[in-house]
């Protein structure tokens, strides 16, 4: 959560970077591990740079008051470089290739220490006379032989460290004024002398120059498109610049060089006569010119014009102490005001810092924001409303460090009004807002608390003298209505004119307060009041002047700046505040400055007064709360006393209704038993009613059953009858153990019915026995649910008695109850009695249909098993069965071939043959014989008794089909009827 002012990478350890924040710490991050590796303190003031040696191990990073030297393995502080505070340092980095240090100082000294020692190796020479250049920017060529700089003007410094001197000076084109950022191309050729100088200038354009020929090989941005920062590859291949409108643009430098590596046209020069002398410093400057090739149809204008700057002789101190934070300079911003009579309104907040020279001390700004609200202004939303919160909340802020710095400003009543014009455009930064206070009232409001707690005299007294010097008619018409100082002077200067100018009227008039000297503030309102002379000369009412001097009038805010400038410049010196007052003195970085220019024992005073009545206050405020509570405590008391009673009448109607309630419950319960009685006959009739119906259903399915054995029985004797007279009358040809096997076979068919008939109507009767069982389970819970009932129903009962016997205290009550409770307990034995007899009841009758189920479950795989087994024995006896009807058949088929070769019916065999082919009977080959037919038995015509023994065994195969048929329809509606006892649908859990 805080701003980054610095990065720097290529650490020995390459997942590790260094980050400098804004609260002037240096942290160290792993980007593998994405944690915080260390956490290095120990500036006072934002690290702007961070220089990484080339091994990686080391690191120096630059303030303005300080550069320290760090162990990146250890993280522990290794050297501190201490400098005077009015020096300042720019910047402190490692040359690459060596181990020496390079620091540069604002005061244009540039020094090289050894690493390995910290001694100093040497010092740069001061450049020659009229080429004076306060250094702001920096770059040094690979092999660290060449030093580059540049600042506050179109000119650059070319210094060779191994001779430790100056060697040329490049003049940039007109349209540079000043260089913001230098960085040396690299070229993979070039050894690591660099040739080629990226110059970032002010007008957002980067401009590559070659310093041998100082040729203007190409340039990247332009006006519309600028580039606000940009940095080259370390293979000088690309270069990244971060825009002004945010945008991230690469360039390639291959594509950027294209046009310049063509070859040059042909050149004609002129060689003209040179000057008799040549200063020193202009046989250094050269010129830096286009080096891109200009066509015929190119205008003059479009040539890029270079001029000499006038060489400036070394600084004097008048130009030092004009010198100002940011690169600016004090009489070039009085130029420009004097000129436009204010500051453009988009850098205007960044020249009135740089002229207040704000020192931006973080850290006691801290300590002061950190005491809290002042108690003098907790309350301030009541005297001055402000709609917004923020604001409100800024002011309060401020008022509060203001009054912890000094213990004036919590009793001065126009602090307020003094600091809200700056607290409104300074909202978002506390701490300039703060500042810019600080200094006002340190500057421009001297001698003011002198008098405290009345108006500055002295100072009124001065602007008094003024007045009189310029303008004694206006002073005797306000001395002659009353119309002191501070009823014309005092109300402007402790609202600092917020009350009587507008917004833009009182931005410009600051702006010429903070561009001179502190009198000049004096000398602004002297110049309000004489400008207004026309209608303070109609004003002949002491109520009319205060309202003047208090809310906004037609005068031209122009004229009276100029006034005030004709004022400091008129006004003796006898008489003139500027002999009064003390020169500008921004406040000290580090630590503000002890501010007690007062008064003491007035504030003191004063302040125990404040606190004397403050304590009143509290006191009374105790004592008022402490009154509230006892009220409080009293009316509450007197609501728990109506409550109680409340209560007890709630109890006594409840008494009442319960006494009631018994008597309905008692009749009630003489109904339940006759509803019980009731139903427990309705019950015994159903149960009655079911069970003569399932006795009628069981003899309707005997009879059904013994009706459809009979038909069978009756259907099989005609059956058998039939065959026993065909038989009969085959007598000669069919065997007699055939007669015997077929009756076996319906015996034990007939066997497997009545059995399987049997097993049904056991299933059905286990069915019936357990829905039987169901319904008394069922008849049972509800007499437990009925019983839960009336168990619960008397315990509420009981603790409702017990509940208005404690009330009532009554003797003859609790003895009722005690044998209540004791009947209960009985009744409650019984219960729990019968309710394990129930379950030793139910888990017997659970265990016997368990052993039942275990038993039927066994009993229906040992019949599953026998019914198997028959069924092999059944077709064993089928498959014999028709082997002897094979073997019959081939010994008929025998017979008849023979007799058809004795005979002579070869004709009638081939016709038999023709009608078994229509039929699709298969026909076989037998050697030693014709075709003849041996699949179907009722094509065999050819003879009488081949023909009677395929009828046989024809209606043979009808008579079993039948029986087959008549088995799997009884053995369905038998189903149908009874589900199988372990049918998923009827299956019982225990």
Same mark, same amino acid.
């Given at each position: 959560?805080?701003?980054?002012?610095?990065?720097?990478?290529?650490?020995?350890?390459?997942?590790?970077?260094?980050?400098?924040?804004?609260?002037?710490?240096?942290?160290?991050?792993?980007?593998?591990?994405?944690?915080?590796?260390?956490?290095?303190?120990?500036?006072?003031?934002?690290?702007?740079?961070?220089?990484?040696?080339?091994?990686?191990?080391?690191?120096?990073?630059?303030?303005?008051?300080?550069?320290?030297?760090?162990?990146?393995?250890?993280?522990?502080?290794?050297?501190?470089?201490?400098?005077?505070?009015?020096?300042?340092?720019?910047?402190?980095?490692?040359?690459?290739?060596?181990?020496?240090?390079?620091?540069?100082?604002?005061?244009?000294?540039?020094?090289?220490?050894?690493?390995?020692?910290?001694?100093?190796?040497?010092?740069?020479?001061?450049?020659?006379?009229?080429?004076?250049?306060?250094?702001?920017?920096?770059?040094?060529?690979?092999?660290?032989?060449?030093?580059?700089?540049?600042?506050?003007?179109?000119?650059?410094?070319?210094?060779?460290?191994?001779?430790?001197?100056?060697?040329?000076?490049?003049?940039?084109?007109?349209?540079?004024?000043?260089?913001?950022?230098?960085?040396?191309?690299?070229?993979?050729?070039?050894?690591?002398?660099?040739?080629?100088?990226?110059?970032?200038?002010?007008?957002?354009?980067?401009?590559?120059?070659?310093?041998?020929?100082?040729?203007?090989?190409?340039?990247?941005?332009?006006?519309?498109?600028?580039?606000?920062?940009?940095?080259?590859?370390?293979?000088?291949?690309?270069?990244?610049?971060?825009?002004?409108?945010?945008?991230?643009?690469?360039?390639?430098?291959?594509?950027?060089?294209?046009?310049?590596?063509?070859?040059?046209?042909?050149?004609?020069?002129?060689?003209?006569?040179?000057?008799?002398?040549?200063?020193?410093?202009?046989?250094?400057?050269?010129?830096?010119?286009?080096?891109?090739?200009?066509?015929?149809?190119?205008?003059?204008?479009?040539?890029?014009?270079?001029?000499?700057?006038?060489?400036?002789?070394?600084?004097?101190?008048?130009?030092?102490?004009?010198?100002?934070?940011?690169?600016?300079?004090?009489?070039?911003?009085?130029?420009?005001?004097?000129?436009?009579?204010?500051?453009? &309104?988009?850098?205007?907040?960044?020249?009135?810092? %740089?002229?207040?020279?704000?020192?931006?001390?973080?850290?006691?700004? %801290?300590?002061?924001?950190?005491?809290?609200?002042?108690?003098?202004?907790?309350?301030?939303?009541?005297?001055?409303?402000?709609?917004?919160?923020?604001?409100?909340?800024?002011?309060?802020?401020?008022?509060?460090?203001?009054?912890?710095?000094?213990?004036?400003?919590?009793?001065?009543?126009?602090?307020?009004?003094?600091?809200?014009?700056?607290?409104?455009?300074?909202?978002?930064?506390?701490?300039?807002?703060?500042?810019?206070?600080?200094?006002?009232?340190?500057?421009?409001?001297?001698?003011?608390?002198?008098?405290?707690?009345?108006?500055?005299?002295?100072?009124?007294?001065?602007?008094?003298?003024?007045?009189?010097?310029?303008?004694?008619?206006?002073?005797?018409?306000?001395?002659?209505?009353?119309?002191?100082?501070?009823?014309?002077?005092?109300?402007?200067?402790?609202?600092?004119?917020?009350?009587?100018?507008?917004?833009?009227?009182?931005?410009?008039?600051?702006?010429?307060?903070?561009?001179?000297?502190?009198?000049?503030?004096?000398?602004?309102?002297?110049?309000?009041?004489?400008?207004?002379? &026309?209608?303070?000369?109609?004003?002949?009412?002491?109520?009319?002047?205060?309202?003047?001097?208090?809310?906004?009038?037609?005068?031209?805010?122009?004229?009276?700046?100029?006034? &005030?400038?004709?004022?400091?410049?008129?006004?003796?010196?006898?008489?003139?505040?500027?002999?009064?007052?003390?020169?500008?003195?921004?406040?000290?970085?580090?630590?503000?400055?002890?501010?007690?220019?007062?008064?003491?024992?007035?504030?003191?005073?004063?302040?125990?007064?404040?606190?004397?009545?403050?304590?009143?206050?509290?006191?009374?405020?105790?004592?008022?709360?402490?009154?509230?509570?006892?009220?409080?405590?009293?009316?509450?008391?007197?609501?728990?006393?109506?409550?109680?009673?409340?209560?007890?009448?709630?109890?006594?109607?409840?008494?009442?209704?319960?006494?009631?309630?018994?008597?309905?419950?008692?009749?009630?319960?003489?109904?339940?038993?006759?509803?019980?009685?009731?139903?427990?006959?309705?019950?015994?009739?159903?149960?009655?009613?079911?069970?003569?119906?399932?006795?009628?259903?069981?003899?309707?399915?005997?009879?059904?059953?013994?009706?459809?054995?009979?038909?069978?029985?009756?259907?099989? &004797?005609?059956?058998?009858?039939?065959?026993?007279?065909?038989?009969?009358?085959?007598?000669?040809?069919?065997?007699?153990?055939?007669?015997?096997?077929?009756?076996?076979?319906?015996?034990?068919?007939?066997?497997?019915?009545?059995?399987?008939?049997?097993?049904?109507?056991?299933?059905?009767?286990?069915?019936?026995?357990?829905?039987?069982?169901?319904?008394?389970?069922?008849?049972?819970?509800?007499?437990? +649910?009925?019983?839960?009932?009336?168990?619960?129903?008397?315990?509420?009962?009981?603790?409702?008695?017990?509940?208005?016997?404690?009330?009532?205290?009554?003797?003859?009550?609790?003895?009722?109850?005690?044998?209540?409770?004791?009947?209960?307990?009985?009744?409650?034995?019984?219960?729990?009695?019968?309710?394990?007899?129930?379950?030793?009841?139910?888990?017997?009758?659970?265990?016997?249909?368990?052993?039942?189920?275990?038993?039927?479950?066994?009993?229906?795989?040992?019949?599953?098993?026998?019914?198997?087994? +028959?069924?092999?024995?059944?077709?064993?006896?089928?498959?014999?069965?028709?082997?002897?009807?094979?073997?019959?058949?081939?010994?008929?088929?025998?017979?008849?071939?023979?007799?058809?070769?004795?005979?002579?019916?070869?004709?009638?065999?081939?016709?038999?043959?023709?009608?078994?082919?229509?039929?699709?009977?298969?026909?076989?080959?037998?050697?030693?014989?014709?075709?003849?037919?041996?699949?179907?038995?009722?094509?065999?015509?050819?003879?009488?008794?081949?023909?009677?023994?395929?009828?046989?065994?024809?209606?043979?195969?009808?008579?079993?089909?039948?029986?087959?048929?008549?088995?799997?329809?009884?053995?369905?509606?038998?189903?149908?009827?009874?589900?199988?006892?372990?049918?998923?649908?009827?299956?019982?859990?225990?």
């Amino acid at each position: 959560m805080q701003a980054c002012t610095a990065l720097a990478f290529n650490l020995r350890r390459k997942t590790e970077f260094l980050v400098a924040l804004a609260d002037y710490s240096i942290k160290c991050f792993d980007t593998g591990t994405q944690e915080l590796v260390s956490w290095m303190r120990g500036h006072e003031s934002s690290v702007s740079s961070i220089s990484v040696h080339g091994s990686g191990k080391y690191a120096i990073t630059t303030s303005t008051d300080t550069a320290q030297l760090w162990d990146l393995d250890t993280f522990q502080r290794i050297r501190k470089l201490n400098v005077r505070q009015s020096v300042g340092i720019q910047k402190v980095f490692f040359l690459p290739l060596s181990n020496t240090i390079l620091s540069c100082f604002k005061d244009n000294s540039v020094f090289a220490w050894e690493f390995d020692t910290l001694h100093c190796k040497y010092q740069l020479s001061a450049p020659v006379e009229g080429s004076v250049l306060f250094y702001k920017v920096f770059a040094v060529t690979r092999d660290g032989q060449t030093l580059a700089a540049g600042g506050k003007s179109n000119h650059l410094h070319l210094w060779c460290l191994e001779l430790k001197r100056l060697i040329k000076i490049i003049q940039m084109p007109e349209k540079v004024r000043a260089v913001r950022h230098l960085e040396f191309l690299p070229d993979s050729f070039d050894g690591g002398s660099n040739q080629v100088l990226g110059v970032l200038s002010q007008d957002n354009i980067m401009r590559f120059i070659n310093i041998e020929t100082c040729k203007l090989l190409f340039d990247i941005g332009s006006p519309e498109e600028g580039i606000s920062t940009a940095v080259i590859s370390p293979n000088g291949r690309y270069i990244a610049s971060v825009m002004e409108n945010g945008s991230l643009n690469l360039y390639s430098v291959q594509a950027l060089t294209q046009e310049g590596n063509k070859p040059p046209p042909f050149t004609f020069k002129v060689v003209e006569d040179g000057p008799k002398y040549t200063s020193e410093a202009n046989k250094l400057i050269t010129k830096v010119t286009s080096e891109r090739s200009k066509g015929p149809w190119k205008s003059k204008q479009s040539k890029i014009q270079s001029r000499l700057l006038k060489l400036q002789a070394n600084t004097s101190l008048e130009n030092k102490e004009n010198e100002l934070p940011g690169g600016l300079n004090k009489k070039r911003l009085q130029a420009l005001l004097k000129g436009f009579g204010e500051y453009p &309104a988009k850098y205007r907040m960044f020249v009135w810092r %740089s002229l207040l020279q704000l020192p931006e001390n973080h850290l006691a700004f %801290s300590s002061l924001i950190d005491r809290g609200i002042h108690s003098a202004y907790l309350n301030i939303q009541k005297e001055y409303p402000i709609k917004s919160g923020k604001l409100l909340r800024v002011l309060q802020r401020t008022l509060s460090a203001l009054a912890h710095w000094s213990a004036i400003f919590a009793e001065t009543p126009y602090i307020p009004l003094l600091a809200f014009p700056f607290v409104k455009l300074f909202q978002n930064n506390q701490l300039i807002c703060f500042e810019v206070v600080a200094t006002v009232v340190v500057n421009f409001c001297q001698h003011w608390f002198e008098y405290f707690p009345n108006p500055p005299i002295n100072v009124l007294g001065i602007m008094e003298n003024v007045l009189a010097h310029h303008d004694k008619e206006l002073l005797q018409h306000l001395i002659k209505y009353n119309v002191t100082s501070q009823v014309y002077a005092w109300p402007l200067l402790e609202t600092l004119l917020s009350e009587v100018l507008t917004r833009e009227e009182w931005l410009k008039a600051f702006d010429n307060i903070f561009s001179n000297h502190p009198s000049y503030f004096l000398m602004i309102v002297v110049a309000y009041v004489i400008c207004s002379r &026309a209608a303070l000369l109609h004003c002949n009412q002491a109520a009319d002047f205060e309202y003047f001097f208090h809310h906004r009038n037609n005068v031209d805010i122009n004229v009276v700046i100029k006034e &005030a400038y004709h004022l400091m410049e008129a006004t003796p010196l006898d008489i003139h505040p500027q002999h009064m007052l003390d020169d500008f003195t921004p406040l000290p970085k580090g630590q503000y400055p002890v501010f007690n220019k007062y008064p003491v024992f007035i504030v003191n005073y004063q302040a125990q007064k404040w606190e004397k009545i403050r304590e009143d206050e509290i006191e009374y405020l105790r004592e008022r709360q402490l009154a509230h509570e006892s009220e409080a405590k009293a009316q509450e008391r007197k609501a728990e006393d109506e409550a109680w009673y409340r209560k007890q009448k709630l109890l006594q109607e409840a008494e009442e209704q319960r006494q009631k309630i018994l008597l309905e419950e008692e009749k009630l319960a003489e109904q339940r038993q006759r509803l019980a009685v009731v139903k427990r006959e309705l019950k015994v009739k159903e149960l009655q009613l079911l069970d003569a119906s399932r006795r009628r259903f069981l003899n309707y399915q005997q009879d059904q059953l013994q009706m459809e054995l009979k038909c069978l029985d009756d259907e099989t &004797a005609r059956k058998a009858s039939m065959r026993q007279q065909e038989t009969n009358a085959v007598q000669d040809i069919e065997p007699e153990s055939q007669k015997k096997l077929l009756e076996q076979h319906l015996i034990k068919d007939q066997e497997a019915v009545t059995k399987e008939m049997k097993e049904e109507v056991e299933a059905h009767q286990r069915k019936v026995d357990l829905e039987d069982q169901r319904v008394r389970r069922l008849i049972e819970i509800d007499k437990e +649910e009925i019983q839960k009932a009336h168990t619960v129903a008397e315990e509420n009962l009981a603790r409702a008695e017990q509940k208005h016997t404690d009330t009532s205290g009554r003797l003859q009550p609790q003895r009722r109850l005690r044998r209540n409770d004791q009947d209960r307990e009985k009744r409650y034995r019984e219960i729990v009695k019968l309710l394990h007899d129930n379950r030793v009841k139910e888990a017997e009758l659970l265990k016997a249909m368990r052993e039942t189920e275990e038993k039927k479950q066994e009993d229906a795989v040992q019949n599953k098993a026998q019914l198997e087994e +028959e069924q092999k024995a059944a077709a064993a006896a089928d498959g014999h069965r028709k082997q002897f009807f094979d073997d019959k058949m081939n010994d008929e088929l025998e017979l008849a071939e023979k007799l058809q070769r004795e005979d002579g019916c070869f004709e009638r065999l081939r016709d038999l043959r023709a009608r078994c082919t229509e039929r699709g009977v298969e026909v076989q080959q037998v050697p030693g014989s014709g075709n003849i037919c041996l699949s179907d038995l009722s094509t065999l015509a050819s003879s009488p008794h081949n023909r009677r023994r395929a009828e046989l065994a024809r209606q043979e195969r009808e008579l079993m089909a039948e029986v087959r048929r008549l088995r799997r329809r009884l053995t369905s509606r038998a189903r149908a009827r009874h589900p199988p006892a372990h049918s998923p649908a009827t299956t019982w859990s225990p």
